[in-house]
Nanobody
Framework: VQLQASGGGMVQTGGSLRLSCVAS????????IAWFRRGPGKEREFVAA????????LYADSLKGRFIVSRDNSKNMGFLQINGLKPEDTAVYYC???????????????????WGQGTLVTVSS
């Protein structure tokens, strides 16, 4: 499975973006999907994830309420809606997927087998 993230760009504080992640060479059905980000000079951090089944997302505690993760298995796509963007949201956002990750592992980057190349989000103040 190959993943490609898109939808990043430059937005002003308070704006919104919807990031997309499309899978090719396979299906997203049965995969957990996650989003991570790496800001300038920062470590990679977990943003949000959806388990293999179900629609209840798991979010980083500090990001709850502004981020919404979703998926469309029929299109082999995952999405990350980001509202109320802040300058500290500036980062490269990566999507990741795995068949074998369980709920307790969703926040952990090593749990994911497949990664997209990242899409840059820049938030200006």
């Amino acid at each position: 499975v190959q993943l490609q993230a898109s939808g990043g760009g430059m937005v002003q504080t308070g704006g919104s973006l919807r990031l997309s992640c499309v899978a090719s060479g396979g299906t997203f059905r049965g995969y957990a999907i996650a989003w991570f980000r790496r800001g300038p000079g920062k470590e990679r951090e977990f943003v949000a994830a959806l388990p293999r089944t179900g629609t209840n997302g798991l979010y980083a505690d500090s990001l709850k309420g502004r981020f919404i993760v979703s998926r469309d298995n029929s299109k082999n796509m995952g999405f990350l809606q980001i509202n109320g963007l802040k300058p500290e949201d500036t980062a490269v956002y990566y999507c990741a997927a795995s068949r074998g990750v369980i709920w307790s592992q969703l926040r952990q980057a090593p749990s994911y087998d497949y990664w997209g190349q990242g899409t840059l989000v820049t938030v200006s103040s």
